[in-house]
């Protein structure tokens, strides 16, 4: 069972086009972070959100956490092809459970 | 530096010879654990650990073996390895348990079994 479930799993845009990544869960989790990954490397946290309907800004990046803590969104204003990459949500129930990931969403962004 | 290491990075076996491979990190985190990626599988944990000498399975931990004796080394041992093992893994480490925390990433190793 796929806790997380990552909309869409492949993007591909032009440069200057606005996009909004979707993760989604039926269960609440206690924080909901966000990491890219380029090819040929581990995955590099982005943010972490932990409050119901949080609002965290990063450049060009905004990442929203639900109200009820089930749910986020990653909205990139004006790509750049740098943002290249697969972006991955992972979500943790508690303080010491395990770490889920979704299955990521593969974004190019064309010149 | 900070920073997790992985060796080796890249390794092709054969079915069945045992292989080790080596995770350290030196951020005297104490939370660290092993991922496999697959296409379409996206990350699935493997095995973690809370401290040194605590270990526990994750999502798929058959095949695979796991130790901490120490705060830093986390190495991953496949004791018997078999074609459906071929995958990129990565491991991970963190100050404490996952929830809101970092979680900082080695290199990744991508193994192939023949």
């Known amino acids: 069972t796929q806790l997380l479930e990552q909309s869409p799993q492949f993007l591909s845009i032009q440069e200057g086009e606005n996009l909004t990544v979707y993760c989604n869960s039926s269960s609440v989790f206690s924080s909901l972070q966000w990491y890219r990954q380029e090819p040929g490397e581990g995955p590099v946290l982005l943010v972490t959100?932990?409050?119901?309907?949080e609002v965290k800004k990063l450049k060009r990046l905004t990442f929203q956490f639900g109200d009820a803590r089930k749910d986020s969104s990653l909205h990139i204003t004006a790509a750049q092809p740098g943002d290249t990459g697969l972006y991955l949500c992972?979500?943790?129930?508690?303080?010491?459970?395990?770490?889920?990931f979704g299955k990521g969403t593969r974004l190019s962004v064309i010149a | 530096e900070a920073q997790v290491t992985q060796n080796p990075r890249y390794l092709i076996t054969v079915t069945g010879k045992k292989l080790t491979v080596t995770c350290s990190q030196n951020?005297?985190?104490?939370?660290m654990s092993w991922y496999r990626q697959d296409p379409g599988l996206g990350l699935r944990q493997i095995y973690y650990s809370m401290n040194v000498e605590v270990t526990d399975k994750g999502d798929v931990p058959e095949g695979y073996k796991v130790s901490r004796k120490e705060k830093r080394n986390f190495p991953l041992i496949l004791e018997s390895p078999s074609p459906n093992q071929t995958s990129l893994y990565f491991c991970?480490?963190?100050?404490?348990?996952?929830?809101?925390?970092?979680?900082?990433f080695g290199p990744g190793t991508r193994l192939l079994v023949l």
């Open positions: 992972a979500g943790a129930k508690s303080g010491n459970t395990p770490l889920v």
């Open positions: 951020m005297n985190h104490e939370y």
């Open positions: 991970a480490s963190s100050r404490t348990g996952p929830a809101g925390e970092t979680q900082y």
């Open positions: 959100v932990v409050t119901g309907g």
